[in-house]
């Protein structure tokens, strides 16, 4: 697995769900659910579907710990999805 791929995917899936869900953390698992990830011809799929399901565990074991820590949990800069 590419890891670069795998940062890149899931950073994507993160804006996308803050993005297009209600903000909330049963918003974004439910946003992050949504996403297909199959077919023959999908490439990197194995990165993709690594990052959604990690994006996805990390939202429904943690969803008493605010999103920053959540944010900061799965790798990623706070910064970049939290407008303060």
Same mark, same amino acid.
Do not use: C
């Given at each position: 697995?590419?890891?670069?791929?795998?940062?890149?995917? #899931?950073?994507?899936?993160?804006?996308?769900?803050?993005?297009?869900?209600?903000?909330? /953390?049963?918003?974004?698992?439910?946003? #992050? $659910? &949504?996403?297909?990830? &199959?077919? #023959?011809?999908?490439?990197?799929?194995?990165?993709? $579907?690594?990052?959604?399901?990690?994006?996805?565990?990390?939202?429904?074991? /943690?969803? /008493?710990?605010?999103?920053?820590?959540?944010?900061? /949990?799965?790798?990623?800069?706070?910064?970049?999805?939290?407008?303060?």
């Amino acid at each position: 697995m590419d890891i670069e791929l795998y940062r890149r995917y #899931l950073n994507q899936y993160l804006k996308d769900a803050l993005a297009n869900s209600d903000g909330t /953390h049963s918003g974004i698992t439910e946003y #992050l $659910l &949504s996403i297909k990830v &199959s077919g #023959l011809l999908v490439r990197h799929k194995a990165e993709k $579907l690594r990052a959604q399901q990690d994006a996805i565990k990390a939202f429904q074991d /943690h969803r /008493h710990w605010p999103l920053e820590i959540i944010i900061s /949990h799965l790798g990623l800069d706070q910064k970049d999805y939290i407008n303060t």
